[in-house]
């Protein structure tokens, strides 16, 4: 890797990292050079405002999320095939709830406009999904579930211990091949 792109990731991992930390209020230019051992230069080099660093976390997440949701499709085939690498995207990644929860409130505070790419991407996994061959209801239903199960990890509200959180991974994986609840 080399030098840039590790000072971006750098710079990048600072700013979720003061987030989730110190507040969305701390995230600051300066303090986001501070954290990561960058000079002010280095940082504008990569982000000349606020706004271009909160966005570039929403995007590493996307992209990463995207790559992820690849990965999976291709060990899922037929009916059920997105809710299915839908519910294991989020299962496997339930771990990275600090980089996504201060992505989202980056932006909720920085500039809700941030999220529309993001807001796009995920209205058509969702079209993908209900139109996944099997019951759409079904299908959203463990959508949903996935989502909830992230966010109750990433914001703390009653997170699940992992063997109950493979039960529930087991339930919905039935829910999308069984075709039932």
Do not use: C
Not at 43 to 59: G, N, R, T, W
Not at 132 to 157: C, K, N, W, Y
């Amino acid at each position: 890797m080399n030098n840039g792109v590790l000072t971006r990731n750098q710079l990048l991992t600072a700013a979720s990292n003061i987030v989730s930390e110190k507040g969305v209020s701390k995230l600051t230019l300066e303090a986001v050079a501070n954290q990561a051992g960058v000079s002010k230069g280095g940082l504008f080099y990569h982000f000349p405002s606020k706004e271009d660093l909160v966005q570039a976390m929403i995007d590493e997440l996307s992209v990463d999320f995207k790559n992820d949701m690849k990965d999976n499709l291709q060990a899922f085939h037929g009916k059920g095939q997105w809710t299915r690498a839908y519910v294991e995207t989020m299962f496997m990644r339930v771990d990275d709830g600090l980089k996504m929860s201060s992505a989202l409130f980056a932006s909720m505070f920085t500039n809700p406009k941030l999220m529309e790419k993001a807001q796009l991407q995920y209205k058509g996994l969702q079209e993908q999904i209900q139109n996944d061959q099997i019951d759409p209801v079904h299908s959203t239903i463990a959508r949903l579930a996935a989502d909830g199960l992230r966010f109750a990890e990433m914001f703390g509200l009653a997170p699940l211990d992992k063997e109950t959180r493979d039960k529930v991974h087991g339930e919905l994986t039935k829910i999308i091949t069984k075709g039932g609840i």
